[in-house]
């Protein structure tokens, strides 16, 4: 009886620490505060740092990382930033170009996802730090998430100065259930997971915090900042002065002041490489 006792006990502690899965899945973990994953979204080749203020001898590599970020929540799942589009995997860079810049990408962000257990269809909320092409890749698959979005970068991404091209890759999302945020948004209601407001790059530029159990607050800056030697030097695209861009950046130094939280800068291979990376996490 002891053994059939402790048998029973195992599954049920078994069944506690886990939950539903979609259909193929191994079953994802029954969490008790937020987990944090970096997803690897793609890489810019980029040689021009002047564009945001710098010399080239200011950055140790100019090129960016282009991550996408996942927060899973006992609440539910937060998609951050969809990266580039899953279509330009394999395909060599005289094709992936935007520009000046060359755009590489090895695995897809359906790919990432399935290694932790995920597809598009759990994904509770998305939300994007912006409509830059880099950022939206992948909108039109995650356009049955409820998608947390701020009117003015709804404007810029479906009014009449739309960037076409990229809008073929979240055309969807215009038909999806859109919650809009103002301020700085509280995604699961328990202060662990923020959508920080921070215009100026763009006109709905938004950034996002996270407070971990083990590390700590987490602040992902979206592109409030690319280079840390822009956060280093308060250098930034000229026409980001009289943007916003100033005041959101003091916001941001504050907030992390005031929360002893780290910045993100996602765009920083320096930071990337040696962030851990998905199926990994923080928490």
Not at 82 to 99: H, S, W
Request: charged share 20%; hydrophobic share 35%.
């Amino acid at each position: 009886m002891r053994l059939l006792a402790a048998f029973v006990m195992a599954l049920c502690l078994t069944a506690s620490a886990q939950t539903a899965a979609p259909p193929g899945l191994p079953p994802l973990p029954r969490l008790t505060s937020p987990r944090l994953y970096v997803l690897d979204c793609g890489t810019i080749i980029s040689h021009e740092p002047e564009r945001f203020g710098l010399r080239r001898e200011d950055v140790s590599d100019p090129d960016f990382s282009d991550p996408c970020f996942l927060v899973m929540h006992p609440r539910g799942v937060l998609l951050f930033d969809t990266g580039l589009t899953d279509a330009q995997v394999g395909r060599p860079i005289y094709e992936n170009k935007n520009g000046y810049e060359g755009l590489l990408k090895t695995t897809t962000l359906k790919g990432e996802l399935a290694n932790i257990g995920l597809t598009p269809a759990a994904i509770t909320y998305l939300a994007i730090s912006h409509s830059h092409w880099d950022h939206v890749g992948n909108g039109n698959a995650y356009a049955g998430s409820t998608w947390l979005a701020r009117k003015a970068e709804y404007d810029v991404m479906f009014g009449p100065a739309a960037n076409d091209a990229a809008k073929n890759n979240y055309a969807a999302l215009a038909h999806a259930k859109i919650q809009y945020v103002e301020g700085d948004h509280d995604v699961f209601g328990d202060g662990s997971v923020v959508l920080l407001s921070t215009p100026g790059h763009t006109p709905g530029h938004q950034s996002l915090y996270v407070k971990l159990t083990n590390t700590g607050g987490v602040v992902v800056s979206g592109d409030l900042y690319h280079y840390p030697a822009e956060r280093a030097q308060g250098k930034m695209p000229a026409r980001e002065y009289a943007s916003g861009t100033p005041q959101s950046r003091k916001k941001i130094e504050d907030f992390l002041t005031r929360t002893q939280s780290q910045l993100w800068i996602g765009h920083s291979i320096d930071w990337y490489r040696d962030a851990v990376k998905a199926p990994g996490w923080y928490n």
